[in-house]
């Protein structure tokens, strides 16, 4: 019997699959968990083309995406914070704090989405990558000053 899968199923096939099972198998496992659909021509047809709408709008997610890191590529940001005499923060500056700046200045970036190699304990300059995707990142440029 052939069955169109709706969920990952372990060693057998992942989402939209179409495979072959036994009738058994699909009518007391597959079915009533619902891991699977019967595959007629009509469902098969259907999931081909709500798969090229999700590729579509998956395309055009990049497309903005790939342009939000070329207008933040080289984007400064300063800090104002207070400082010991050795030049060490009291507090740091984390991805969070570096988001809502981001947002000020008019970009909506998640604090998930910005990358430091560790959290920012000292005055100076570092380099803060905001990662939007597998290979579209782009550097933003954290400045922190003294009070």
Do not use: C
Request: charged content about 35%; hydrophobic content about 40%.
């Amino acid at each position: 019997m052939k069955v169109m899968l709706q969920k990952d199923v372990k060693d057998l096939g992942k989402v939209g699959d179409l495979v072959n099972v036994s009738a058994g198998y699909a009518r007391n496992f597959l079915f009533p968990r619902r891991l699977a659909l019967l595959a007629t021509e009509g469902k098969v047809k259907e999931w081909n083309h709500l798969q090229k709408l999700a590729d579509i709008k998956k395309k055009k997610a990049n497309v903005d995406r790939e342009k939000l890191v070329a207008e933040i590529s080289g984007k400064t940001i300063s800090f104002k914070m207070q400082a010991s005499e050795e030049d060490k923060l009291f507090g740091s500056i984390t991805p969070l704090e570096i988001s809502k700046a981001l947002s000020k200045i008019g970009f909506e970036i998640d604090k998930k989405d910005i990358i430091l190699e560790e959290p920012i304990k000292m005055l100076g300059q570092y380099k803060a990558v905001v990662k939007l995707g597998e290979e579209l990142k782009g550097d933003v440029t954290v400045i922190v000053e003294k009070i």
